[in-house]
């Protein structure tokens, strides 16, 4: 748990005393044992990759769990080109030898505090609450999205504006980032007839921009 950046593979296959102490980590920045409460360092960072959910010795995730995930990204398989350099090229390991940093640390946390400061305008609030609330109508969705959710949405919006070297959130940065902040925190509603992404969607092109 003490590093910075700490990935979890195959979090689906964790039994449930793992996955509490990883929810403990990711909620409160900190680790207990024994009694003892010891802080993580900052900033702390966990990347998660699981198995399908149908595969032999895997656990569904609780939704408190994938709520604290900010987002899911499904890679799926490589391109013809992708796939053919991964064939003909070095071990993926000899080349994680020779990464080299982009930022330091202090850098990182500077840039975390800068996203905090992207403007986000009583409109561009309004629709993002018309988002949320339609998930929780029951016409979408099984449950609706929480509070925690919302300022996940937020922020990660705000990181896309700042990306994209804007200092205010527009509605094309909600749009671009709400299926991977979103869908792997809600349930489509029986008889949908699509996956959380593409339902997802289907809701962002029914709420009209305010």
């Known amino acids: ?10 979090i689906n296959r964790a ?23 010891r802080p993580l360092p900052r900033p702390f960072f966990v990347i998660a990759t699981q198995n399908p959910s149908d595969q032999l010795g895997t656990y569904p995730l609780p939704e408190s769990q994938l709520d604290r995930f900010l987002m899911c990204i499904t890679l799926g398989y490589p391109d013809r080109a992708s796939e053919r350099a991964l064939l003909a090229g070095e ?7 020779r990464l080299e940093p982009v930022m330091t640390t202090a850098d990182l946390l500077v840039a975390q505090q800068a996203v905090l400061a992207v403007h986000a305008s009583n409109a561009l609030l309004d629709y993002l609450q018309a988002l949320i609330a339609a998930t929780r109508n029951g016409q979408w969705f099984v449950e609706g999205l929480s509070p925690r959710a919302g300022i996940a949405v937020l922020r990660a919006a705000r990181a896309h ?5 804007r200092d205010y959130v527009a509605p094309d940065d909600i749009q671009a980032i709400l299926a ?31």
Do not use: Y
């Open 180 to 210: 991977q902040t979103i869908a792997h925190r809600l349930v489509p509603v029986a008889g949908a007839g699509r996956g959380r992404a593409e339902q997802v969607r289907a809701l962002v092109e029914a709420v009209a921009l305010p």
């Open 91 to 97: 071990d993926r390991r000899a080349a994680i030898a």
């Open 1 to 10: 748990m003490f590093a910075q950046v700490l990935l979890s593979d195959e």
């Open 161 to 165: 504006a700042m990306l994209d070297r």
């Open 15 to 37: 039994g449930p005393k793992t996955q509490s102490a990883l929810l403990e980590a990711m909620e409160e920045q900190q680790v207990s044992v024994e009694n003892e409460t």
